[in-house]
């Protein structure tokens, strides 16, 4: 069964500043997808990056860029130039890509505060 | 769409009392999941369905748990006896599953509170 690890339970940084969130995941599976999202303190849940295992480029959505490291199965989010709107839970999510099922499988997440 | 919906917002029950959680898809859409949020153990998925059918319901804490989907519009999560520790966040997403390519939508979630 494929599982997702957040290791960092709370981060910090200031505003302005660079932020990496660290997500590992297992899987025996060669194509699956991997996703950030984010959750303000309004419950809503963000879709902030999505990265397909068969592309060897990183996905970039404007100041959010992540390193996929397939090989380490790592996954790890980039956030440059953080904002005080950034402070939220982040959560890490894999999905596999075989067609047989459709569910996101969610790491714990990591709880981002952004310090003025 | 006015996106999937989820009700109540808030439900603050006591011990042993029966709960139940509702969500309305986005219409169109034939994938509904019921996923649950602890600071603990984080978005757990309890159960999904396709097209009406429970597919996967392995996350299912326990047989006090148990979800349906009468139709393609409306689904229902469902604790009975309740119990302290199932207090939590318990979020629905849908999505329109044609292809891998799929996005989820999250309802805005059912905060539980049992005493």
């Known amino acids: 069964a494929q599982t997702v690890t957040q290791s960092q339970p709370e981060m910090s940084v200031q505003e302005a500043e660079t932020v990496t969130l660290s997500c590992t995941y297992d899987?025996?599976?060669?194509?699956?997808?991997l996703f950030w999202y984010k959750q303000p303190p309004s419950r809503q849940m963000i879709l902030v990056i999505r990265?397909?295992?068969?592309?060897?480029q990183n996905a970039t959505e404007n100041r959010f860029s992540v390193n996929f490291q397939k090989a380490a199965k790592s996954f790890s989010l980039k956030i440059s130039d953080s904002q005080l709107g950034d402070a939220a839970m982040y959560f890490c999510a894999y999905r596999s890509a075989d067609g047989a099922t459709n569910k996101l499988i969610f790491g714990t997440g990591t709880l981002l505060a952004v310090q003025p | 769409d006015a996106g999937v919906i989820q009700s109540p917002r808030h439900e603050v029950t006591e011990m042993g009392q029966e709960v139940t959680l509702r969500c309305k898809p986005i219409s169109g859409h034939n994938s509904l999941f019921w996923y649950r949020q602890t600071m603990m153990r984080g978005l757990e998925l309890l159960i999904y369905?396709?097209?009406?059918?429970?597919?996967?319901d392995s996350g299912m804490p326990e047989d006090r748990f148990s979800a349906k989907m009468p139709n393609a519009s409306f689904s229902t999560l469902k604790i009975q006896p309740s119990e302290p520790r199932d207090s939590a966040v318990y979020f629905c997403?849908?999505?329109?599953?044609?292809?891998?390519?799929?996005?989820?939508?999250f309802g805005s979630g059912t905060q539980l509170s049992v005493l």
């Open positions: 899987t025996s599976e060669s194509d699956y997808y």
């Open positions: 369905f396709n097209n009406n059918v429970p597919i996967d």
């Open positions: 997403a849908s999505s329109f599953r044609r292809t891998t390519n799929e996005k989820l939508f």
């Open positions: 990265q397909e295992a068969y592309k060897q």
